[in-house]
Nanobody, 135 residues
Framework: QVQLVESGGGLVQPGGSLSLSCTAS????????????IGWFRQAPGKEREGVSV???????FVADSVKGRFTISRDNAKNTVYLQLTNLTPEDTAVYYC?????????????????????????WGRGTQVTVSS
């Protein structure tokens, strides 16, 4: 079992930045977070959950076109934490941001081709953190 907790959300003005964290705990010591792919998703009111970015077990990353060049994902396996750095925020980035863990590590051409952005691929989810971009 993996438990995920997001933090770092808040209210920010357009053009501002935030750093989100996703900290994980695992039930068994041998189930280390480093073996999981960790994705960040977001969901705005009335919209479907959208894949934002992912980092796989080897450290390879994918980013949605809508946030490319503005959002950066990274991980610190020693701290069991994955980060999402958000910059140059716009009101369209307002949403609840979730992190999720995928248990096979996130590999293969289909993963790279877009499977990483499908919420159904992930086994464990956090409860989310609200990001609001407004002046």
């Amino acid at each position: 079992q993996v438990q995920l907790v997001e933090s770092g959300g808040g209210l920010v003005q357009p053009g501002g930045s935030l750093s989100l964290s996703c900290t994980a705990s695992v039930s068994y010591p041998y189930l280390r977070l480093q073996y999981y792919a960790i994705g960040w998703f977001r969901q705005a009111p009335g919209k479907e959950r959208e894949g934002v970015s992912v980092i796989n077990a080897s450290g390879s990353t994918f980013v949605a076109d809508s946030v490319k060049g503005r959002f950066t994902i990274s991980r610190d396996n020693a701290k069991n934490t994955v980060y999402l750095q958000l910059t140059n925020l716009t009101p369209e980035d307002t949403a609840v941001y979730y992190c999720a863990a995928e248990g096979t590590g996130g590999y293969g051409s289909s993963w790279a081709g877009g499977r990483w952005a499908q919420a159904s691929q992930y086994d464990y989810w956090g409860r989310g953190t609200q990001v609001t971009v407004s002046s």
